[in-house]
């Protein structure tokens, strides 16, 4: 079983749906021998509604996702030099 793959497969689901498709992956594990894989994905949290909505955005809108977080080296820059004029216009962007 593919752990990684598994992983991601699970936390693209809807939280209401996340434990019972995690424990039955678990026993899939248990089921090949795969303690190691078994045991990983047994740990697993159910993610909260903030980081599974996180999630989907990064997985649907990858390049919305690209600049925001350039916005967000940009503005992280603008507080570090207090910049006005980078801070302005960094402003102004975050808030399109």
Known sequence: MDV???ID???GLPPGEFVA????RAAEARRAKDAT???RIAALRR??????ASNLFVRQ???ETARLLEL???LRQAHRTLNAGQL???SCQQHR
Not at 21 to 24: E, G, H, N, V
Not at 47 to 52: H, V
């Open 72 to 74: 967000r080296e940009t």
């Open 88 to 90: 302005r216009q960094a």
């Open 9 to 11: 497969a699970l936390y």
């Open 21 to 24: 498709a995690r424990d039955a």
């Open 61 to 63: 809108r990858p390049d």
């Open 47 to 52: 993610p909260t509604l903030a980081a599974w």
């Open 37 to 39: 894989a078994a045991r």
């Open 4 to 6: 990684e793959e598994a």
